[in-house]
T-cell receptor, first 106, second 114 residues
């Protein structure tokens, strides 16, 4: 079993839908990261959080330390949100989930 | 803005060739990382460096070496490329060690070893 599990692996949505991507982890962490990777490869950091909730525009990330679970929500999804979303947890180094491929159709 | 650049976006090499992948960051970050990314496996850490001339093995260092002669530059070396090293290689940098700070990624190099 991987230390970081994401679900779903693939997600297709219609423009405007509310999207949730989940991340569960099995190790103690100091922080959890959500990353976005567009076609072509570049990765950008969306959030780093260690408790509670963070919001940036239409993106919301939550974490429940007791449950060892985090969610990334996208409100009013748009085709430009199509990307791979990666969860990573930090202990002594980052450990990554396999990613969730999101496709938002117009 | 932090900028991390990698020397090539795409690279095709033959088995047995020595391959150099270069990474440069412009934010005076102490820490630099090399990852490879493969379908179904996610990103895996090959090597990292927390200072000039310092290096630490990651999870999959076999078949790779690294060099950090200057703070801004971190090179990944495949001494004798093999087909199982065909992958996407991503460099990253951060001001703090481990995962306690945001890592800034380069655009990646897609390496094909024939």
């Amino acid at each position: 079993k991987n230390e970081v599990e994401q679900s779903p692996q693939n997600l297709t949505a219609q423009e405007g839908e509310f999207i949730t991507i989940n991340c569960s982890y099995s190790v103690g962490i100091s922080a959890l990261h959500w990353l976005q990777q567009h076609p072509g490869g570049g990765i950008v950091s969306l959030f780093m959080l260690s408790s509670g909730k963070k919001k940036h525009g239409r993106l919301i990330a939550t974490i429940n330390i007791q449950e060892k679970h985090s969610s990334l929500h996208i409100t009013a999804s748009h085709p430009r949100d199509s990307a791979v979303y990666i969860c990573a947890v930090s202990g002594s180094r980052l450990t990554f989930g396999e990613g969730t491929q999101l496709t938002v159709n117009p | 803005d932090v900028k991390v650049t990698q020397s090539s976006r795409y690279l095709v090499k033959r088995t047995g060739e020595k391959v150099f992948l270069e990474c440069v960051q412009d934010m005076d970050h102490e820490n630099m990382f090399w990852y490879r990314q493969d379908p179904g496996l996610g990103l895996r850490l090959i090597y990292f460096s927390y200072d000039v001339k310092m290096k630490e093995k990651g999870d999959i260092p076999e078949g790779y070496s690294v060099s950090r002669e200057k703070k801004e530059r971190f090179s990944l070396i495949l001494e004798s490329a093999s087909t199982n090293q065909t992958s996407m290689y991503l460099c990253a940098s951060s001001p703090l060690a481990g995962g306690r700070q945001t890592q800034y990624f380069g655009p990646g190099t897609r390496l094909l070893v024939l």
